[in-house]
């Protein structure tokens, strides 16, 4: 995807550890506590980086959708319990769950039981992680018939997402960001207009015509399920919204 800074042969290789060495510094835990619409769309364009050995693995964030403990659709609508813990605590707090067959990624927002859900990403590649991380990447998260997943498609959806990052339940479930190996950052990339559309693959009665879901227009044809594709109706199964949630006529 056109955007990401040239990088050249060998970038991504060792280098020292932490936040400092991958560029703009890790976003606090502040910036995570906040109304969980708002983080969403704040989240949109957003650097993931995942330090797995000497390489700095890199996704830029294309799609999120927001929960409320108060609305049918969330896991904390069900209530406290240990596996769902992370909801109920400080924003930037790291839930994970199982779906699909695979892993997904959640941050907390501000508020007991709410939460964004990282739906996609896209491959960063830049001068801190490079074609090798990039190829790392790929090893992580083969295809199906055990080749190399196309890089467009890599992070394409929560657990492909968290596959290419090699990021698991077990390790980072109810964990806060580190920034010698997992951190979120801001690399000034965020778009001034987003999609807005009913979240995915939520059950009919349980709130899933809330338009919770946000995407970064530039990059609609790579998320989960393209909301910009033949057939959907403006107004009716999508809008445009600016980065404070107003509808843009």
Known sequence: MAGNKAAGAGQGAMRPAGAAAAGPPALPDSFFDRDACLLARELIGKIIRRRLGGLWLAARIIE????????????????????????????????????RGGDSLN?????????????????????FSGPDALAC??????DARGGLRPPARLCAGQTLLCRSL??????????????????????????????CAPRLGIPAGRDEH???????????????RNPLRRGQVPGQDYVWVDRGGAVIV
């Open 64 to 99: 999120t959708e927001a929960y409320y403990q108060a609305e049918k659709g969330s896991h904390a609508s069900l209530g406290y319990t240990h596996k769902r813990r992370a909801l109920f605590m400080d924003g930037g707090t790291i839930y994970m769950y199982y779906a």
């Open 107 to 127: 941050f907390s927002a501000a508020g007991p039981g709410n939460a964004v859900l990282i739906k996609s990403g896209h491959p960063w590649v830049d001068e």
């Open 137 to 142: 990447m790929q090893q992580l998260n083969p």
């Open 166 to 195: 090699g990021l698991k339940v077990p390790e980072w479930d109810a964990q806060r960001f580190d920034p010698e190996r997992l951190f979120v950052q801001d690399i000034g990339a965020s778009p001034d207009r987003l999609v």
């Open 210 to 224: 809330l338009f919770y879901r946000y995407v970064d227009p530039a990059y609609a044809a790579f998320c989960t």
